[in-house]
Structures are given as C-alpha cells and as structure tokens.
C-alpha cells in the first residue's frame, strides 16, 4: 500500500505523488519568536519532524524548510514592555527554540530562514503583485486584493460572502475592500523598519512565508504544514499571495495538525493554562513528551493533563525495559536478526505510517513487540537471532518517530527484580524485616515499585 495522507484542500485522503520522484519539498510554518514555545507549538514542530523522518526514512530526499517570524507586532510589543531590541529578543527566543525542540529530539530545518533576512524577497513579492494589479500601496501600506483572487476561501472551504459578513476596517486603515490584508506596514516612530518603494515599513505577516516558500523551494511544492489555527487566514492568504503572481498550485498537499487542549479545557494565556516546553521538559523526560504527542493521530485533538503525561512515562518505560533487557541478554551480540520476525512488525507499522502518519497506530504495533519480546525472553528455546530481531525492532522502528529506547543508565532488569522480590520474601517469612526493608530500599532506588497485595507482590516500574 503507497502512502495517503489527508489533504485540508480537498477534505480527503489522497495518494502522495511527489513533483520529483524521491524527493519532497516541505515548508512547516516555524514560530513567532517573542517567548518560550509552549506545548501547542511543540506538536507541529514534532509531528512534521515525523512526518520527515517517515519520507527518509522510506528512501526520500527531502528538502524541509522551517521559518522564523522575527518581527511583528508581537515582538515589537516585547521589545517596548523589555525595553529590548526586536532582534535581540527574536535572537534570544531562536535560541530557546532550537533548545527546547531539541530536547525533544527535532532535527533541524534544512533551512531556518528569518524573516529580517529574506526583506529583499519579500519586498520583490510584494512589488511584483502591485504591478499586477493584485496589491495597492494606500498611505505607506499594501494590502492584497482579495477579491481580485477568485479562488480565495478554497483551503478554508469559506465562500467570499461570509468571509464579508465577518470582515472589519480597524482604525488607521485605508482599504478599498475590509476584506483586503496587509502585505507591508508603514513603520510608526520609533519602530523597527526597512525602506521600500511605498517608505519605510516592515512585511505582514502572510507574505514573508510566500517569499520564503518562493526562495528556498520553489512555486510550487509538495507539502505544506502548520497547526489547524494557521489554515485561515495565514494559509488561505498564502495561497491567495502567491498563486496570484506565479499562477500555478502553490501546494499540493496542505497538513494541519489539531489542536491540544490542557485538561480538555483551550490553552489560553486568559485562563492562565499556558504551558511552556521550556519548564515542561524540566519535570519530565523530554523522550516522553515527544511520545505522548505521538500516541494520537496528528490531525485529532489531543489533551494534556499531568496524570496522562505520567501515563505515558509508565508506557514509554514499558518500551524501554523490554529493550534494555535484550540488550543486556545479548550483551553486544552480533548475531544477524531474524528478519522473519523484523518484517512481522515492520509490515504494520509501515502500514500504519502510510495511512497519514498513524503514529497512534505505529506505537501499537512497538507495544506489540515488547510484549512478545518479553515472552521470547522467557522462552528458554529463543534463539539469539530472535532475540536480536526484536532487539532490532525496537530499535529501528522507534528512530522513524523520533523516539530512542536504548539507555545509557544502569538499569536493573526484569529477572533481578523477580530475584530481589523472591529474596525480600524469604526475609519477611524468617522475620529479618531489616533485611526486606532494605531490599525494598534497593528497589525504590532503581524506580521499582512494590505492591503487597492478598495474591502477593506486585512491582512497576516508577521511573523511566
């Protein structure tokens, strides 16, 4: 089965044929860089790393460009209240954004570029559109047409009329449609700004991400991705922007992941349930951050709360465990795998992949082959080459999300807990309660959890 993924364009799933065989072009919207990402901008920036490391690794060459908004109202707004540069804080911000995403183990763009160094581009864009008639200079701005583009409202599947009903002049505006939108600002005393053919001023928002797509991947490309809230209008004008000067597809493919919600409520700095990656990945293992984004289907919603996030330490440690123990049963061996049993999970997964990046899916099939591998564990009859199979599962498979197993911590393994528990047994019955005290301790410290339940003991891991 060949790849499908769902397309926000045309509202279905679609078989994915790239513009150049074995390679994709992909733009993912990056963020607006005025303060620490917080856990709604973490999901795209890892969704579509997935969705990259999946093309490479099924063979593709891909050409993955992520950009920086580095000025806007936002960060003029900072740079005012801190009294700070907008490019000192952007700079500030780029750098805990490449922090955090690298905690959570995403690559980098083939290209990060910035909207300060792509103006020239940017200005070019906007000109050619005046000279088409597309765009008009009104006081030092530039707004788009809008209803000069007949198929504006495609990607949203709004039609122009209700768009209307909507649509405000604010104050200081000048437009000739309330639907038009701004391309170029004039810069007010004491901004940051660049000179242009209609003054001093700096690009709107929409417009610096159709230059960029322009320059770094062409007129058209294969994928274009961001969050759900980008889809209208930043993306409908992108679409707008750009077909209206090259008049061809921009995109053939547009991904939007959902939205997540903090204990089903919406994320809002007004309700004060903003939570930044920054401290997230202070309280918990940032490997497990990024797996409990991938544990649901990126175009659903998903909810956060501490309790699922705790979840998902204990099923991650699940994944772990049974890798850290083949590894210490194989103890280094070079054995080829059996690739019987490699296949027998690859198969499902790669269809799970397939069916528009079904990492909910792709996680059940890696729980599949812990369970089994912790039988084969048990199976006196295992062979290496079996062990090393699931060993190599668990490890190939993992790396396409992103998400690595091995440890590099001494951990005990499932058979010495079993042993320590049997031991702590014996003590409790012949009354040496300092002795089980003190094994329990041992335990503890490992991140192993004893339950003294009437049908005996039981233990979890605590930790991972």
């Not at 955090?100 to 559109?129: C, S, Y």
């Not at 639907?179 to 001023?201: C, R």
Request: charged content about 25%.
């Amino acid at each position: 089965m060949g790849l499908n993924v769902y397309n926000t364009l045309t509202r279905k799933k679609e078989p994915f044929h790239p513009i150049e065989e074995g390679k994709v072009r992909m733009y993912v919207c990056g963020p607006t860089v005025y303060n620490y990402i917080h856990i709604g901008n973490a999901r795209p920036a890892v969704v579509f790393d997935t969705v990259r490391r999946y093309f490479e690794y099924r063979g593709y060459k891909v050409n993955y460009v992520s950009n920086f908004t580095d000025v806007d109202d936002r960060l003029i707004n900072a740079s005012k209240a801190r009294h700070q540069s907008v490019p000192e804080i952007a700079e500030q911000f780029i750098k805990a954004y490449k922090e955090d995403t690298g905690a959570l183990n995403v690559q980098p763009a083939t290209v990060h570029p910035r909207a300060t160094e792509t103006m020239p581009e940017i200005i070019a864009f906007i000109n050619k559109l005046v000279e088409s008639g597309f765009a008009y200079e009104s006081n030092g701005d530039v707004y788009f047409r809008t209803r000069k583009f007949k198929e504006y409202g495609k990607l949203s599947h709004q039609s122009i009329d209700d768009l209307k009903a909507g649509a405000r002049i604010q104050i200081g505006e000048d437009k000739e449609d309330p639907l038009d939108f701004a391309l170029w600002k004039a810069a007010k005393p004491g901004e940051i700004k660049w000179n242009s053919p209609w003054g001093d001023g700096r690009p709107g928002w929409h417009i610096e991400c159709s230059a960029m797509v322009e320059k770094y991947l062409g007129d058209t490309i294969d994928i274009h991705a961001g969050g759900t809230d980008l889809t209208f209008p930043h993306h409908e004008n992108e679409i707008a922007q750009s077909e209206s000067l090259h008049h061809q597809t921009m995109a053939h493919y547009w991904l939007h992941n959902g939205h997540i919600q903090i204990n089903h409520e919406k994320m809002s700095k007004s309700i004060g349930n903003v939570i930044l990656v920054h401290d997230l990945i202070k309280k918990f293992d940032p490997q497990v951050v990024r797996f409990f984004i991938l544990t649901v289907q990126y175009r659903h919603p998903i909810n956060f709360s501490d309790a699922l996030l705790n979840d998902a330490v204990q099923a991650f440690g699940r994944l772990k465990t049974a890798h850290y123990n083949l590894s210490h049963r194989l103890n280094e061996s070079e054995s080829a795998a059996n690739e019987t049993i490699v296949e027998k999970y690859r198969k499902p997964f790669i269809e799970a992949m397939n069916d528009d990046f079904n990492t909910a899916n792709a996680i059940a099939v890696l729980f599949d082959a812990a369970r089994d591998a912790n039988i084969a564990l048990q199976n006196e009859s295992s062979t290496i080459e079996e062990l090393q199979a699931y060993l190599q599962v668990l490890t190939e498979l993992p790396a396409v999300l992103g998400l690595t197993l091995a440890d590099d911590t001494d951990r005990i393994v499932d058979r010495d807990v079993e042993a320590l528990i049997q031991k702590r047994e014996e003590a409790r019955k012949n009354r040496a309660f300092d002795v089980a005290d003190a094994i329990r301790d041992q335990l503890k410290e490992a991140g192993i959890i004893l339950e003294d339940t009437p049908q005996g003991v039981r233990w979890k891991r605590g930790n991972v």
